[in-house]
């Protein structure tokens, strides 16, 4: 039986991103298929009554972009912390 793996994840996501290429190495070092799954992460968070990242408190947008860069170092990924 094939090996496959559902992979839901919104292309807006700087953690998406982050995590993308290793979870890519992961699936095909274990012979399993990826089917890919985006979706709109802006409208489960306006579904939810949940405030989106770029509408967040300084506070919090500080620590997110600080655990963004750590594992932007970790991945040795190049990540523009503030996008257009």
Avoid at 33 to 47: D, H, K, M, Q, Y
Avoid at 48 to 73: C, F, H, I, N
């Amino acid at each position: 039986m094939a090996k496959h793996v559902e992979y839901f994840f919104a292309p807006v996501s700087g953690y998406a991103y982050l995590g993308h290429a290793a979870f890519l190495e992961i699936a095909n070092r274990n012979g399993a298929e990826v089917i890919l799954r985006p979706f709109n992460i802006i409208a489960l968070f306006s579904g939810q009554g949940t405030v989106p990242p770029p509408k967040q408190g300084d506070e919090r947008l500080s620590y997110r972009q600080e655990g963004m860069a750590r594992w932007a170092e970790r991945r040795g990924v190049p990540l523009n912390a503030k996008p257009a």
